[in-house]
C-alpha cells in the first residue's frame, strides 16, 4: 500500500528557509513519479517541483525557481522540499504525490497524480 507522510511544515519570517519532508511507504522512487504541491485558499493546487520516475527531470514552477529544492533519501525512502528567501506568496498547504504512470510532460499535473500525502501548513509571515 502506498503512503506519503508530510511534516515539517510551520510558521517562518519573509525571507526565511524551510525544509518539509514526506515519508514514503510502499513504493520506490525508481519506479513513481514524485512531487511536491501546494494549495493556498481559494486557490486551485499547484505544481511546485516534481521528479519523474527516478529523477531523471524536474519540473519547477516559475515562481520558486532558485529558491526551492526538491531531494531524496532513497535509504529512507523520504523526500525534501527545501525553501528558501520564502515570501508570503508562499503561504499554502504542500502536499506530496507519487504515481507510477505520469508522463513527462504531466509532471505538474495534480489530477495525474492518485497518491496524496495528508498536507503540512507552511506559513509565511511577519
Known amino acids: 500500500e502506498v503512503q506519503l507522510v508530510e511534516s515539517g511544515g510551520g510558521l517562518v519570517q519573509p525571507g526565511g528557509s524551510l525544509r518539509i519532508s514526506c515519508a514514503a511507504s510502499g513504493f520506490t522512487f525508481d519506479d513513481y513519479a514524485i512531487g511536491w504541491f501546494r494549495q493556498a485558499p481559494g486557490m486551485e493546487r499547484e505544481g511546485v517541483v516534481c521528479f519523474s520516475k527516478g529523477g531523471g527531470d524536474t519540473y519547477y514552477s516559475d515562481s520558486v525557481k532558485g529558491r526551492f529544492t526538491i531531494s531524496t533519501d532513497n535509504a529512507k525512502n523520504t523526500m525534501y522540499l527545501r525553501m528558501n528567501r520564502l515570501e508570503p506568496e508562499d503561504t499554502a498547504v504542500y502536499y506530496c504525490?507519487?504515481?507510477?504512470?505520469?508522463?513527462?510532460?504531466?509532471?505538474?499535473?495534480?489530477?495525474?497524480?492518485?497518491?496524496w500525502g495528508q498536507g503540512t501548513q507552511v506559513t509565511v509571515s511577519s
Open positions: 504525490a507519487a504515481d507510477s504512470g505520469i508522463i513527462l510532460s504531466s509532471l505538474r499535473n495534480a489530477n495525474q497524480y492518485d497518491y
